[in-house]
């Protein structure tokens, strides 16, 4: 079975850092993915990690750790326009192509 | 991003009524898929296809039959809905993973902007 948490909500301050952990428990595993997604719009590619550690892009940053089965999405230098749903999601390679399993997303309300 | 166009942007249907939702990708990709999203709940894969043949069917009611009838354009035709079916619904491509083993799923997923489809 495809389990993955993350919180549902988070707050922070512009100009601040916020981290969003991601935790999966599933069947499979070719890599794990971050998605952002503003209300009323598409999710939009964010990050993809499949070997551990971190992944620095920009402002953006994605660690994963296989073993403990957990990822997180660095967040800096906070900006209003970073108020938005985040997807963590796992993606599984079968003979049918890339399945992706999401979480439910973590909603991110950036405050002045 | 425009590379995922989806057709219409909303729609309201009665549970009689059948309509289609249309989807079309400008990316070059080989694999499409569509997907549901309602509050409160994880985006849900419904079908995949791979050089438009389906791959995928995440046991999903036969009152969604989806079509693709060439690697860029996916439909998904819809009869008889029940209201718990009013969702967005997303259409997203992407190329098929490249690299051996684990790296195999690195391609991510292009969506579209989605059709809000509310049933009566």
């Known amino acids: 079975g495809q389990n993955i948490d993350q919180p549902t909500e988070m707050t922070a301050t512009e100009g601040a850092i916020v981290q969003i952990n991601c935790t999966y428990q599933t069947s499979g595993f070719n890599g794990l993915f971050w998605y952002q997604q503003h209300a009323g719009e598409a999710p939009t590619f964010l990050s993809y990690?499949?070997?551990?550690g971190l992944e620095e892009k920009g402002r953006f940053s994605s660690f994963l750790s296989r073993s403990k089965g957990y990822s997180y999405l660095l967040l800096k230098e906070l900006q209003m326009k970073d108020s938005a749903s985040y997807l963590c999601a796992v993606v599984k390679v079968t003979g049918g192509g890339n399945k992706l399993t999401f979480g439910t997303g973590t909603q991110l309300k950036v405050e002045l | 991003e425009t590379g995922v166009t989806q057709t219409p942007r909303h729609l309201v249907m009665g549970m009689t009524n059948k309509k289609s939702l249309k989807c079309e990708q400008h990316l070059g990709h080989n694999a499409m898929y569509w997907y549901k999203q309602s509050a409160k709940k994880p985006l849900e894969l419904m079908f995949v296809y791979n050089f438009k043949e389906q791959t995928e069917n995440n046991s999903v009611p036969s009152r969604f039959s989806p079509e693709c009838p060439n690697s860029s354009h996916l439909f998904l035709h819809l009869h008889t809905l029940q209201p718990e079916d009013s969702a967005l619904y997303l259409c997203?491509?992407?190329?098929?993973?490249?690299?051996?083993?684990?790296?195999?799923?690195?391609?991510?997923?292009?969506f579209g902007d989605g059709t809000r489809l509310s049933i009566l």
């Open positions: 997203a491509s992407s190329q098929l993973g490249t690299g051996q083993g684990m790296g195999g799923g690195n391609q991510p997923q292009h």
């Open positions: 990690n499949v070997l551990d």
